[in-house]
């Protein structure tokens, strides 16, 4: 009996061996065979994802087409109304009316800061009220001159610098000719 007792000792050890064996085995085929279905399903995936970035690709090229298409025409329109509002400013109504404008500031100057009078009133004999009336005028005039003419200020200030030189130098002239002319006055009544 003791022979029969050490070989079943054995025969459970060899069960037990025989049983985690085909578990094993049987965990593994099933596990090769889910990683099969898994590298089929990442490969699906990345295959759906490539090809859904291609849309997206080719869906942002014909965005960005039609967007610069539309922005294109914009522009040329924009052009279009920059050489229609030039060719108008430079109408003979738009100048007149300017050439208007712009003696009316003068004479607004003239009568807020140099005593002129409009209307037979000075600025110094108006009321608080009448004065900032005429500041408020005179402000709105210049903006709206200033937004037609941009820097008319300076454009008035080289031009009347520009004036004034030649101005000098027609002076310098007539003073030079004045001089000879005077010693020219000055020799004949010495002589007689």
């Known amino acids: 009996m ?35 279905v898994q590298e089929n399903e990442t490969i699906e995936n990345t295959q759906t994802e490539v090809t859904s970035q291609e849309e997206n690709i080719n869906n942002q090229e014909e965005k960005d087409s039609a967007a610069t298409t539309a922005i294109e025409i914009m522009l ?27 003696q009316n500031l003068k004479d607004l100057t003239d009568f807020v800061f140099n005593g002129s009078e409009i209307n037979g009133v000075t600025f110094s004999e108006l009321s608080d009220k009448g004065k900032e009336s005429a500041m408020n005028a005179l402000s709105s005039l210049d903006d709206t001159i200033n937004y037609l003419v941009p820097d008319y200020k300076e454009r008035f200030k080289d031009w009347f610098t520009d004036s004034a030189a030649k101005g000098l130098d027609a002076l310098d002239s007539l003073k030079d000719k004045g001089l000879e002319l005077w010693d020219e006055i000055k020799s004949k009544r010495n002589s007689k």
Not at 23 to 36: F, P, R, T, Y
Not at 78 to 102: F, H, I, P, T, Y
Request: hydrophobic residues 35%.
């Open 2 to 36: 003791e022979n029969r007792f050490k070989l079943y000792p054995n025969k459970i050890v060899t069960a037990i061996c025989g049983i985690s064996f085909a578990l094993v085995l049987s965990s593994c085929s099933g596990n090769v065979a889910e990683n099969k």
């Open 76 to 102: 040329e329109e924009g052009e279009k109304l920059k050489d229609s509002a030039s060719n108008a400013a430079n109408s003979e109504q738009v100048q007149e009316e300017l050439d208007r404008s712009m």
